[in-house]
T-cell receptor, first 116, second 111 residues
């Protein structure tokens, strides 16, 4: 069974702090994703990665960066947290298209971040 | 601008009733339409998916109806159960794993 583990369930940070959200998957998936979930807006893609040390911007990358030094780990970084980044953050992983066509996303249980 | 619009935002259905959630999309290049189900405290999980070459797909009590000309698709949950209470997201994909999600529907099935 695929397991995507997010390091924290809840985080409270102050405005201006640097925040690290960690995600680890155990299925040797090439693709990893960071989404943000807000009521009424669904899931919006922040960044994704198709391979180690590779990253691509999603729909809302402003204010975020990512790091993928190992295949199983994908980190989301808020360089200077702001109150409008208060949200639920979801990490996901999957096989690439072509190997398992439209391979489903496997999500972690989320990190609820509050920036005060 | 949301490319996939989902309605309603919330839905209350009696046990045994039919739950219907609708989605509309704009990008005609989308070629894969999954639905994800999310229980409280959990991440979303794939429920059912359809490609535009068929108009309907059924898996147990869950059915996707797809109308390519109208650029709409919907999820029907037959004989809805309290255990179906969750948030449902429709999504659309263009060329693989770049999902665009709808805004979500919170379904409550009353006993």
């Amino acid at each position: 069974d695929v397991k995507v583990t997010q390091s924290s369930r809840y985080l409270v940070k102050r405005t201006g702090e640097k925040v690290f959200l960690e995600c680890v998957q155990d299925m040797d998936h090439e693709n990893m994703f960071w989404y943000r979930q807000d009521p009424g807006l669904g899931l919006r893609l922040i960044y994704f990665s198709y391979d180690v040390k590779m990253k691509e911007k999603g729909d809302i990358p402003e204010g975020y960066s990512v790091s993928r030094e190992k295949k199983e780990r994908f980190s989301l970084i808020l360089e200077s947290a702001s109150t409008n980044q208060t949200s639920m953050y979801l990490c996901a992983s999957s096989y690439p298209t072509g190997r398992f066509y439209n391979s489903p996303l496997h999500f972690g249980n989320g990190t609820r971040l509050t920036v005060t | 601008q949301q490319q996939v619009k989902q309605s309603p935002q919330s839905l209350i259905v009696q046990k045994g009733g039919i739950s219907i959630i609708n989605c509309a999309y704009e990008n005609t290049a989308f070629d894969y339409f999954p639905w994800y189900q999310q229980f409280p405290g959990k991440g979303p999980a794939l429920l059912i998916a359809i490609r535009p070459d068929v108009s309907e797909k059924k898996e147990g009590r869950f059915t996707i109806s797809f109308n390519k000309s109208a650029k709409q698709f919907s999820l029907h949950i037959m004989d809805s159960q309290p255990g179906d209470s969750a948030t449902y997201f429709c999504a659309a994909d263009n060329a693989g794993n770049m999902l665009t999600f709808g805004g979500g529907t919170r379904l409550m099935v009353k006993p």
